[in-house]
């Protein structure tokens, strides 16, 4: 569970030891942290990250990883619109969605609401929320041929700014020796528009 968890850590030691079994390790994650609603906690900005990096160090393919990890991307969140469009029909809001942090599913809405179809695209690098946006825009009204063509696009600029980053800047050495701090600021960055969303509005009812 904590390689499953934690994997953006053991990635290198998966690569060394391990060979092609890393690539449907990666596939499995990114699939997973899209695809599933009730697992947004793993792995995923971070993840590619480290996969560049890794990739800068001849320990993965990049021609391989980008197109693979892209497969997996537009997979999940295509699974993750099956699932809320199969509930729809269960549900009359998302009010009942009770599997789901209010929290989560109230910041998720007004993504939506403020970003439109867009937010498919958006949403991906922000963490919890790129878990949460394929399912609802099934539980919502948003067509799928939409849908699909902003799930492709976001799957593309997400897995493949991520991957690139890594791949440019992983081996250097001032970011490869504080590699956890990166990856913590990764995080961080993925969380701000989520932080400046909330912060603006209160700013303008002052």
Do not use: C
């Not at 942290?33 to 160090?57: C, K, N, R, W, Y």
């Not at 809001?93 to 439109?116: M, V, W, Y």
């Not at 699909?148 to 700014?161: D, H, K, L, P, R």
């Amino acid at each position: 569970m904590d390689w499953i968890l934690h994997l953006d850590t053991h990635l290198a030691a998966l690569a060394t030891n391990h060979g092609t079994l890393v690539y449907l390790a990666l596939f499995a994650v990114i699939f997973i942290e899209t695809g599933i609603v009730v697992l947004p906690f793993l792995p995923g900005d971070s993840l590619l990250f480290v996969a560049g990096a890794l990739a800068s160090q001849y320990l993965l393919s990049l021609p391989t990883l980008i197109p693979l990890l892209v497969i997996a991307a537009i997979a999940g969140d295509s699974l993750n619109y099956a699932i809320g469009a199969a509930a729809r029909k269960r549900i009359k809001d998302s009010s009942q969605l009770h599997f789901i942090k209010p929290s989560h599913l109230a910041r998720t809405n007004a993504f939506f609401e403020r970003h439109g179809h867009k937010a498919i695209v958006l949403a991906r690098f922000m963490p919890i929320v790129r878990t949460l946006a394929p399912f609802l825009a099934g539980v919502g009204s948003m067509r799928y041929r939409f849908f699909a063509t902003y799930n492709v696009v976001g799957a593309i600029a997400w897995v493949g700014s991520l991957v690139a980053a890594g791949y440019a800047f992983g081996n250097i050495p001032a970011v490869s020796e504080n590699l956890n701090a990166v990856l913590l600021g990764i995080i961080v960055l993925s969380l701000l528009p989520a932080i400046v969303h909330k912060i603006l509005p209160s700013k303008r009812n002052i």
